[in-house]
């Protein structure tokens, strides 16, 4: 479901010619070379002509995305928004109302929520790229790039949302299909995209505070903020959200994440995580916690599961991790028991990212290596910290699933 579709737009706006082509190369569809009005595309049967023109032309561009709903025999409203926002990730983020529904914002909470939005956003661009649970103005440039290059897209109607568009670069390294012989057995995916990291992160920080800060009936501890730390929760972001909620018009902010198509999403993370106004009041403790006793993570690393191996006979896996480390982007091998190897087969094709406890070291051919994790787990298990008094939360998803 994209943007458009939760929106209720009737008339969805078009998108560029780029993002045409951009849809046709990564969704299969062979090119022809390019003739003097353009290029002719071919996929079962079908064919659409791109001509090779300046700027863009709507009514050439409907054309188009006719043709293209017509040969995949899907709804010209649905593939319209699907290449829209094929390589954008979408965070819809929403103040609603405690009064009846109205077709305006006073203009005041407006300005709080749109500038609060940057603020969550790049707190998460920072902490994606290294958790600390106080920036205290350090913001890291790699998330700062992301935040510079983030749009909002035009508001819908209904109650008050702020579209954040986050887009995803085009270049991937290409993964290598699952191989397997008597010997041995490889997957190797893509890296996830530091991009789709920093809206990941802001979605694990919202569910963090949610399950860590809020539901607790007491409020938190330093050990439980560890686990929120870990996960990207900081002081800054806690203080962005908690201006949202000082809003007396607001009595509910709501986060609906909405992932680019052409990078897979992670299929267990909640589309939608709300936070009601009255949980200000353990926001700002969390927030007054992590500003003056500095939580700082322990030996643990997160991100996605870019390789796995398995030798034959051997009683342990390999599982790799695409993460940062040190302000810089490395691969982490992790060395897991065969049971737990088999779980990491099923969080890779879930698409979970995981985190990882353990200490790091230096192998052959400067390869980072875990002989021995403390724990390996997908960093959207919502576990509380055991000593919070709390039970364990199961993610919707897995309720359903079970």
Known sequence: MLLAEVSEITNPRLPTIDQIRDYLESEGWSA??????GTMWFRSGGRIGIPDIEGED???????????????????????????????????????????????????????????????????????????????GNYARQGDAVVERA?????????????????????QTPGIPHQADDSQELFRAAPEPFERRVTRTLAQSLLAVQEVIIQPEKMPTMRDLHFAVERGVSREFCTALSRILEEPTI??????????????????????VEVPSGAKEKIDRAAEILKKQRVEPRSIFS???????????????????????????????????YEQYQEALAWHGQHRAVI???????????????????SCRPIDEALLPEDSGQPSVIPEQARRDS
């Open 32 to 37: 022809r070379p390019p003739g003097p009005a």
């Open 251 to 272: 009595g509910e902010f709501k986060a609906q994440f909405e992932w680019a198509p052409a990078v897979s999403a992670p299929k267990t993370m909640p589309r939608t």
């Open 151 to 171: 749009r909002m897209d035009h508001t819908v109607r209904g109650p008050f949302m702020i579209p954040v568009l986050v887009p995803l670069p085009r270049t």
């Open 303 to 337: 991100g996605g599961i870019v390789e796995l191996r398995h030798v034959a006979d051997e009683p342990w896996g390999h599982v790799t991790i695409a993460t940062v480390r040190h302000g810089r982007p490395c691969e982490i091998r992790v060395r897991l028991g």
């Open 356 to 374: 990882v406890e353990g200490a790091v070291r230096e192998g052959p051919n400067r390869r980072l290596v875990v002989d021995k994790p403390i």
């Open 58 to 136: 709507p009514y050439l561009t409907e054309g188009i995305l006719e043709r293209i709903a017509r040969t995949e025999q899907k709804d010209k409203r649905f593939v319209t928004n699907y290449i829209r926002y094929y390589r954008t990730d979408v965070t819809l983020l929403q103040a609603a109302s405690e009064q009846s529904p109205s077709e305006s914002i006073p203009l005041g909470v407006a300005s709080t929520v749109i500038n609060a939005a940057r603020s969550i956003l790049r707190a998460s661009g920072t902490t994606a790229w290294s958790e600390r649970s106080h920036i205290a």
